[in-house]
Antibody, heavy 127, light 107 residues
Framework: QVQLQESGPGLVKPSETLSLTCTVS??????????WSWIRQPPGMGLECIGF???????NYNPSLKSRVTISVDTSKNQFSLKLSSVTAADTAVYYC???????????????????WGEGTTVTVSS | DIQMTQSPSSLSASVGDRVTITCRAS??????LNWYQQKPGKAPKLLIY???TLQSGVPSRFSGSGSGTDFTLTISSLQPEDFATYYC?????????FGQGTKVQIK
């Protein structure tokens, strides 16, 4: 079955760039039936979608983070990546990568849901 | 952004109880509503998508209903492994947004 695994530094200094990679196994990032997403969860808080990418390179970012976020895909390595620039302590969180299934059209609608998640990686922003 | 509001924020229940969690969207989202379960230190797990479709492998005691702005997750008979935090999420518009979560605790 498809598995996702996040990797990257667990500690980033303020004002620097957070960089994470998600490696996909048992499936392909080149699938036309999926978006590849990043979600984060600050300590003790809820879930926030950062953005997603399609295998073609088309991206969609949360407007609250758009000026600082870049998501890219490397089909040759079956990976997708997150870069978040100018980080502050508010960016301290568990970062998850996830596969978003695209289903449809059914009754005229497409449906989207995150059916496979990585285990998450904790990133702390501190000097 | 579409705001998702869950109620209650937490609840205490006993094994065997019927539990209902509600989720309200700030605008109509048709049936573009998903439910996830998260246990401490773990990634969220998809339970229900498209408001009422049970994800493969999820026990049938979980069910979802609703459309438009009001949705419900029901656990028909709470089991020990169901004590967790539950999140709704809309996939009608980007950015995808989650409710604040409902923590189900042991009474």
């Amino acid at each position: 079955q498809v598995q996702l695994q996040e990797s990257g530094p667990g500690l980033v200094k303020p004002s620097e760039t957070l960089s994470l990679t998600c490696t996909v196994s048992g499936g392909s990032v080149s699938s036309g039936s999926h978006y590849w997403s990043w979600i984060r969860q600050p300590p003790g808080m809820g879930l926030e979608c950062i953005g997603f990418i399609y295998y073609s390179g088309t991206t969609n970012y949360n407007p609250s983070l758009k000026s600082r976020v870049t998501i890219s895909v490397d089909t040759s390595k079956n990976q997708f990546s997150l870069k978040l620039s100018s980080v502050t302590a508010a960016d301290t969180a568990v970062y998850y990568c996830a596969r978003e299934q695209i289903v449809g059209p059914t009754g005229g609608y497409y449906y989207y849901y995150m059916d496979v998640w990585g285990e998450g990686t904790t990133v702390t922003v501190s000097s | 952004d579409i705001q998702m509001t869950q109620s209650p924020s937490s609840l205490s229940a006993s094994v065997g109880d019927r539990v209902t969690i509600t989720c309200r969207a700030s605008q109509s989202i048709s049936s573009q509503l998903n439910w996830y379960q998260q246990k401490p230190g773990k990634a969220p797990k998809l339970l229900i998508y498209a408001a009422s479709t049970l994800q493969s492998g999820v026990p049938s005691r979980f069910s979802g209903s609703g459309s438009g702005t009001d949705f419900t997750l029901t656990i028909s008979s709470l089991q020990p492994e169901d004590f967790a935090t539950y999140y709704c999420q809309q996939s009608y518009h980007s950015p995808r947004t989650f409710g604040q979560g409902t923590k189900v605790q042991i009474k």
